[in-house]
């Protein structure tokens, strides 16, 4: 059993930066991949980005690609997400999420999702 918890919500201009931080507790934290998803309002949720557990590769979205940047650190059980040039269609809830699978990219193949935390842009 893995319990995720998203921190680092936060409101920020267009262009500006903001990190999240999802903290894992329970067995075996460094087999999983970790990945992100976020949802907008009226939205299905959708794939951010994807951190595996070897910390070898990682694979993104193409709307976010270039400006977010995902680590992880096995020894404190965390995973980041550096979003950098923000935009209003960043806008979301976002999801940390914990899978046994490689690279996953579909909701379907993680095991533990945290709570979300909201992430608002103003334009």
């Known amino acids: 059993q893995v319990q995720l918890v998203e921190s680092g919500r936060g409101l920020v201009q267009a262009g500006g930066s903001l990190r999240l931080s999802c903290a894992a507790s329970?067995?075996?934290?460094?087999?999983?991949?970790m990945g992100w998803f976020r949802q907008a309002p009226g939205k299905e949720r959708e794939f951010v980005g994807v951190i595996n557990w070897s910390v070898s590769n990682t694979y993104y979205a193409d709307s976010v690609k270039g400006r977010f940047t995902i680590s992880r650190d096995n020894a404190r059980n965390t995973v980041y997400l550096q979003m950098n040039s923000l935009k209003p269609e960043d806008t979301a809830v976002y999801y940390c999420?914990?899978?046994?699978?490689?690279?996953?990219?579909?909701?379907?193949?993680?095991?533990?999702w945290g709570q979300g935390t909201q992430v608002t842009v103003s334009s």
């Open positions: 999420a914990a899978s046994r699978s490689y690279t996953p990219d579909e909701e379907y193949e993680y095991d533990y």
């Open positions: 329970g067995r075996s934290f460094s087999r999983y991949a």
